[in-house]
């Protein structure tokens, strides 16, 4: 006898809503976060960092781990959906200068040089390929980042026995490079926040939190709301 899954609809499984502004939010916040986190894991990526050590080592993963939100492209806050929210709220906006614009597609062309490549495969245009295989096939392989999450994730918390193998060769991830990775992608996120930013303070985008008042869970509840 078969069983029907009952249908989710809490509020784990909603999707930003279309528009952008929530998304925004989201990601503005997620930085804030973000931040707070890391000045308990690490304080500096250009600290001083010993390759012997396993304690940065592992600091340095779990920052890698947290940044994944911002690179992989099936999350809803990779850089380049954020990024492409913005522009679209330029595009639509008349204060908007050609200098900001084209400062926003420089960004956009130097995070899609580094962490994205044009699939050239004759069968990635198949109909039965699903909108998830199209964009694990559309980004290239982080070699540094993807293996420090294979750690975290695979190794760490869910005991997979194959990232367990992966990470015991001498070779799997040197401390430099993980370092030096982390550093670049959060300079990508700084700078698109600090992009955020910068058009919240001289009013060329005023934030919304209706809708997300409207989609929590808590109804009749203050919720912080984090400044921009």
């Given amino acids: ?3 029907n899954r009952r249908k989710r609809s809490d509020p784990e499984g909603k999707k930003h809503p279309e528009g952008g502004m929530e ?21 500096t990526t250009s600290e001083m960092m010993n390759p012997e050590s396993d ?9 890698a781990a947290l940044l994944r939100k911002y690179w992989a492209p ?13 522009k679209s ?12 614009l084209q400062s926003l597609e420089h960004l956009l062309k130097s995070f899609t040089c580094a962490y994205r490549i044009k699939n050239t495969d004759s069968n990635s245009n198949s109909r039965s390929e699903s909108a998830k295989d199209k964009a694990k096939a559309a ?8 293996a420090a999450v294979d750690y975290v994730y695979g190794m760490l918390l869910h005991g997979d026995y194959q990232k367990w193998l992966n990470a015991r060769n001498p070779n799997f ?3 430099l490079s993980i370092g030096n990775e982390v550093a670049r992608l959060e300079k990508f996120v700084h700078s698109v926040h600090d992009f955020l930013n910068e058009m ?17 869970p808590t109804k009749g509840v203050t919720i912080r709301l984090e400044a921009f």
């Fill in 173 to 175: 991830l040197s401390l």
């Fill in 200 to 216: 919240v303070n001289d009013g060329t985008l005023t934030p919304d939190f209706s809708r997300i008042l409207q989609d929590s």
């Fill in 139 to 146: 980004y290239r392989s982080v070699t540094p980042h993807q």
């Fill in 74 to 86: 099936e999350d809803e806050l990779a850089l380049d959906k954020v990024i492409a929210t913005i």
């Fill in 55 to 63: 304690d940065n080592f592992i600091k340095y993963c779990l920052r």
């Fill in 23 to 43: 998304l925004l939010i989201h990601f503005h916040e997620s930085v804030l976060q973000y931040d707070l986190y890391t000045q308990e894991v690490l304080k």
């Fill in 89 to 100: 709220r330029l595009d639509n906006s008349t204060d908007s200068s050609h200098e900001r």
């Fill in 1 to 3: 006898m078969s069983r």
